[in-house]
């Protein structure tokens, strides 16, 4: 039986405390709530200006920090080298952390050059103290049997000898064992006829050459036999030409602490306190059969058997061993295969844990830092198991296809370990993949489509967004600069992704960084807000996995109920059996619910925990869940039940789910389709409950004296130009807590009472209105002063209409009046970025277009077909009401791209660049009025044009094939006039 731990040391964070009230952190947040970038530099090709210049544009654009990654010189042929570690480097990395400080910017850095890890100086990749990457590889020898015996040679693949030269060193022989075919057409062995030989005794050396053994097998009883020999080797995997390190060794974790403490930490001195965080990426090193010295002996220590005999089933020649296609092995055994398999999965995950994350989190507590990591997710591990050893678990947009479910993988990990960041890489998208269009790439993503991946993984739990990312700008002083730039650098300056594959290149060579502040600040506020207290979560789903289908094999939905759960307000999690083991997983009555079972009443609260074909459990976790059934807790298993114990040589879980299934709140439904009604039943209702289905997404947390709510309306839309069309949702919503509803706009900074509302027992119902791509936050206060709020003495709870306070207190309701306003005579002044001979640098020349003839994409007005830059629409219109009349007026806008803000009547107006709809009444007054609209684009187009005339070429991606797009404001822009018509008058 697999013991998992039920009380480990969760490693702490540190560095993203805040200081200010509530108000003013929501109103202009700490830098420990902003944002933070991925900052690609080209190693140590660096300037010290060139990094006060990056790091000060950074820092005004409203980011709190960045990620440090250097990376190889992709722009140029030949061999990946970088220069890492080496005193020019060491001295820019202080100059960094220095620099940082000077702009209240504080720094993560990647904890090796580029990925996967890895590190200079590893001489004898041999010696398993210096902790090089290894694998195991195999050659068989079949057709032997009592008539046709073997003696020979131990089959070697040549693949292994070719990998261990590479490294300097020659593969050693692990074992020997043989398997009679069960099957041979199908390649099946039999179980019972596998065994390893004794090395030494069975298996002899030849002449003291360690590739050299030699076997004697004579069948015992019929059928035919396969020989294998198994040799253990060096990858010779090399990033930037150093030899990758070994991800399962305690030898390899102490080398690469041990390097941090002996060459960098003390060069870094006093600056070393800027550092927030080191940053691991996902594993994306490519092995035949993960392995490290030692591992036969290990394993059996751990799990009371040899597993040598039963390696075939584990092994696939042709697989790198990760993402790129994870293994299919050639052979299986007619019994035991899975449990075999998941054997070595989870010793590989407790091997990971124990000799790396552990020692790695240990080493980062030392020095008052936190360890940012992808883990597990490339290989296979299980993920949600590992996401509970760092300090700063991250997901990505890019891996998992942007569905849902792969950020939700480790949110259950999150809330049961009382992790407070959650952190994501976002958004990069190339050429088909990523979701933002078949051809969406670098110098192409837009504000809304980077906004349209965050939110969604905001609403999943996740609570940090790291933007992907941000390249140098190219400056370089040292030998071989051409004219105070990196040597090969043009414009629009150096960049380390490609100019047409990876997004994307978020800078002020865009011109859409005009309004970067815009969306900063807008992050910011809700990663503050998803922050607070604790999340509380609906439903816990279990679930165990060590390999996660993603987006380059098709990824595929985990629990795939056509969004029914999430579209009636439902939340929910997975967790693995390693989470149910934890000291605090247990089941307690409902903080919120009394005489309700939850579990985990401290963290997340699962009022059910739910089984969805899970058709395989471990002995404890099956015991645990009767444990949990009996003490109140319901558990739903939908589709098939597990019938099978999860690993080898496991007591049998069908006597305990028999027993399970005997329990009052133990149900079985056919499929995910009846979960809803099933949980409605048994009395479960979401924290959110929305009263019709609604493509809304939603997150909850919690604290002593306030609960917020954030929504999102993600139009069930699995991709961005999907989510361009999506409807805006409008429902009633119950919130679970008591206290006054406010809304807390992420846009302005501001809070406000909602004026319409209704209370029940121990619940809010309001109206939820949220157009395609919107968010919102609302909150339920039981202390309004410490949301700096002075509350109306009074509100309605009619919730047909759509009711505001006034300035005075009193409630009015918009009602719309009269016909639209059409806006025209517009002018516009064009700024056109094109290409300079200065590579950080774009020529802008004005083009004046008055008047305007009609909005239409800039591409469309003549001499425009290339342009990016900057619009400004200018226009002017007369009223005879407005708001001293008690009329207001909608601004609504065409069609919009990309970034844009707001001037009326010389007043900018804080701009929900997610709506289409603003109302600008306020604004307003009898008589002539003016408007202006600042549109900026990406740099695509001109970046096309310039490639179209120079012939850009880079070496190591594909070519460009992207078309224009179009940008600026088009379509009808019109006023919606409204009128403010009093219902409560405001009581003093």
Sequence with gaps: MKNYRTNPQWPSLTHYETKGSFPEEFRKPAGCSRPRMR???????????GIEKDIRSMAEAGFGGAEVVPMPRFDTSGAFTIEWGTPGWKAFARHILRTAAKYDFTIDFSMT??????????TDASDPLQGAQMEADSAYRDGITKDRPYSGPVPIPPQAVEDAASAGTLPRLAAVTCARYADKETKTLAYGSARAFRLGEEVIPKDGDPLSWSISFCPEEEGEYVLFGWWE???????????????????ATRRLTGYWERELIPCFGGDFSNMVSLFIDSLEFQTHLDWTYGFLDAFREQNKYDLAPYLPALYDPDSPGCFVSFPVP?????????????????????????NHLVPLTAFCEKHHINLRYQTSYGKVLELAQTAMYVSIPETETLYGGDILDFYRLQAGSMHLSGKQIYSIEASAEMNGRGNGGVNSGNYQQTWGNQLWHIQRAFSCCVNQAVFHGYSYEGYYEGEGNENGFLPGTHWPGYTTMGYSEFSNNWSSCQPNWLHVNHYTDFLARNQFILRQGIGRTDLAVLRQSYEETIDFNQAVKLYDDGGLLEQLGYTYDFISPSALALYGTIVSESPQEPHHAVLAADGPAYKALLLENQTFLPYETALRLLDFAQKGLPILFVGELPRQSAFHREKDITPIIEELLLLPGVKQVPSVQEVPGQLEALRILPLARYHKRSR????????????????????????YPQAQEMPSQETLVTLTGEGIPCLLDAWSGCIRPLAAYQTGEGTVTALLNLEPGGSCILALTRDPARLGLDLPSVHTDDLS??????TAGGIYEQLPSGSPIALENWKLILEKWTDSPVPSESVKTVFTFDPLPELVPWKDLPGQESTSGIGIYETSFFLDKAWEDNTGYLLKLGKICDSFSITVNHREIPVNQSSSSIDIGPCLHRGENTLTITVASTLLNALLD??????????????????????????NVCLLPYEKKTLVSPQR
């Design 946 to 971: 310039y490639t179209y005339r120079n012939a850009v070429t880079y070496p190591k991606w594909q070519a460009e094939i992207r078309v224009p797009d179009p940008y600026g404001l088009w379509g």
């Design 330 to 354: 050639e052979f299986r055994f007619d019994e035991h295969t899975e449990q075999i398999l998941r054997d070595y999965q989870e010793f590989l995950t407790r091997l990971y844990i124990d």
């Design 233 to 251: 080797h060096p990858s010779g995997n090399r990033t930037c030409q150093n030899l990758q390190l070994d991800h399962y060794s305690r030898e």
């Design 801 to 806: 209409i759509r009711a505001e306070y006034d």
């Design 113 to 122: 050059p580029f990925w996967p890890l890895s590190l200079p100086g590893i």
């Design 39 to 49: 900052w690609w530099l080209p190693s140590a090709m660096l300037s010290m200006d």
């Design 696 to 719: 809304i997404l939603n997150v909850s947390r919690h604290t002593p004296d306030t609960d917020f709510y954030y929504f999102y309306n993600y139009g069930d839309a699995d991709t």
